[in-house]
């Protein structure tokens, strides 16, 4: 599926438009339409609990909302980009969800917490568990903790260096097409599998050794399908907690984009995330690509 249309919803957080600009990159990879999406939530302008407008207020925010919007849709149009731009009232989940369908867009990017060390909003785990569409969890700024200490991360070039972390399911199968739409503009790529601890923990050692052969042969062959796109690529095979040791690495290596495909559970798959997801979402400064 190639990237010519995506949806980028904003709540004009104070760098939302710097992050904005940062995605005009995909421009070298066929990106030629940015839909700008502001929803209001219903509850702003509502006067009675189960509908009803105060309309002037609902004016005033709408024309609010075009004004800002406009300012950024001139700067994409100098830039090459169709744009088109979109006020919404209602309740944010279903309107962006309803707005990405009906737009037919390929790629579906929204913000996220100024900081990853308070709770990641609701909303962003809802967008992301009923999506149908490859959702990007972006924003440029990002603070975050590590044993107490609070670090600044400016997230640019997102999809120079991605970090897959693939459990080699069909959602990361379709994670690896999806990404190849990046191609020419990623440097390297680590591909990583995290055996969870604990699972093993009955095994013989040799059992081990077969288990950790095989899933090394998966990653060669994930390996195989990047590097015949002329990509340079590595292989990382670790054990722990998944969501931990991908941050870790993705740290180490300085990463710029953790790329995962979504899996659910079962029958709760339309309701709730994987666990995997939902920690990322908690837990990750580095933007993430979550591919259904």
Not at 40 to 55: M, S, T, W
Not at 214 to 221: G, M, R, T
Request: glycine share 6%.
């Amino acid at each position: 599926m190639a990237i010519e249309r995506i949806l980028f919803t904003t709540k004009f957080r104070e760098d939302d438009y710097q992050t904005l600009l940062e995605l005009t990159e995909l421009q070298k990879v066929g990106l030629k339409e940015i839909i700008l999406l502001h929803v209001i939530p219903r509850e702003e302008v509502a006067y009675v609990p189960f509908g009803g407008y105060l309309k002037e207020r609902a004016l005033e925010l709408s024309e609010g909302a075009r004004l800002r919007l406009k300012e950024w849709e001139e700067e994409l149009q100098i830039r090459g980009f169709k744009v088109k731009v979109m006020v919404e009232i209602g309740e944010p989940v279903a309107k962006i969800l309803q707005v990405s369908e009906e737009e037919k867009a390929n790629l579906l990017v929204i913000g996220r917490k100024r900081s990853t060390y308070h709770l990641i909003p609701e909303i962003s785990e809802r967008i992301v568990s009923r999506s149908n569409i490859p959702v990007l969890v972006y924003r440029k700024i990002v603070h975050f903790e590590i044993n107490g200490e609070i670090f600044q991360r400016e997230n640019t070039k997102v999809f120079t260096k991605p970090l897959f972390a693939t459990d080699f399911s069909a959602p990361s199968k379709r994670a690896i097409n999806f990404l190849l739409n990046f191609k020419d503009l990623i440097e390297k790529i680590f591909i990583v599998h995290i055996l969870k601890e604990g699972t093993f923990e009955a095994s013989t050692e040799e059992a081990l050794n077969r288990i950790e052969e095989e899933k090394k042969a998966k990653l060669c062959q994930v390996l195989k399908d990047f590097q015949a796109h002329n990509l340079k690529c590595s292989i990382f095979l670790g054990i722990g907690d998944p969501s931990k040791e991908i941050i870790a690495y993705a740290r180490e290596k300085e990463s710029t984009l953790i790329a995962i495909g979504k899996t659910g559970k079962g029958l709760l798959e339309s309701i709730l995330v994987g666990s995997l997801t939902k920690s990322l979402l908690h837990r990750s400064e580095i933007p993430l690509l979550i591919v259904p």
